[in-house]
């Protein structure tokens, strides 16, 4: 049935949470040719899967995802549903670190379905180009992290003299 399109239900299929099924339904109601969209932006603005714009006397505020294609959105929501639950990958990561700033799990599945219709753009569009898992390392960052620690017992009043992890781990050793 989808024949001439095997070729790309293969390449999306390597996507977490995308299965041959959800592959096909984003390829009927979407479209393998992305000159139709100016970037990857506005293809998950189309998909309904881009955060929302509201703007009040130069303020930027929150705002619920745009409508776009209802079908489109809610496989691409499914498909996050699936990889948001496959441990060890980059969805996986982004979705714990999201859950933690956004706080409701509905809003941090709308934004990886938002980073998936931006990875279907790049893989519908060129070629050459295949999905390659970037596992948790990307999201994690140690030293940002370590500095939004220190900046967070500073703001509580706790004094903190910057050290590096080598000079913990000898102290951790000198004292055991």
């Not at 496989?75 to 441990?87: F, M, S, T």
């Not at 670190?97 to 709308?110: E, I, Q, S």
């Not at 781990?169 to 004292?175: C, G, M, P, R, T």
């Amino acid at each position: 049935m989808m024949t001439p399109y095997n070729e790309f239900i293969k390449k999306l299929d390597k996507i977490p949470g995308i299965d041959k099924i959800t592959a096909q339904i984003i390829i009927a109601e979407g479209t393998t040719d992305m000159k139709k969209f100016k970037d990857a932006k506005s293809f998950a603005a189309w998909a309904g899967v881009a955060s929302g714009n509201h703007e009040s006397a130069g303020k930027k505020k929150r705002a619920k995802a745009r409508k776009g294609n209802p079908a489109l959105k809610k496989a691409l929501v499914i498909a996050a549903n699936g990889a948001v639950k496959k441990k060890n990958t980059f969805y996986n990561a982004k979705y714990f670190r999201l859950t933690m700033k956004t706080g409701p799990a509905n809003k941090a599945k709308v934004a990886i379905a938002n980073r998936m219709a931006m990875a279907i753009y790049c893989i519908l569009s060129k070629n050459n180009v295949r999905y390659h898992e970037m596992g948790t390392a990307r999201v994690v960052d140690e030293g940002k992290k370590i500095k939004n620690l220190i900046n967070q017992l500073k703001s509580l009043g706790v004094e903190v003299n910057h050290c590096t992890k080598e000079k913990i781990e000898a102290v951790v050793k000198v004292s055991a």
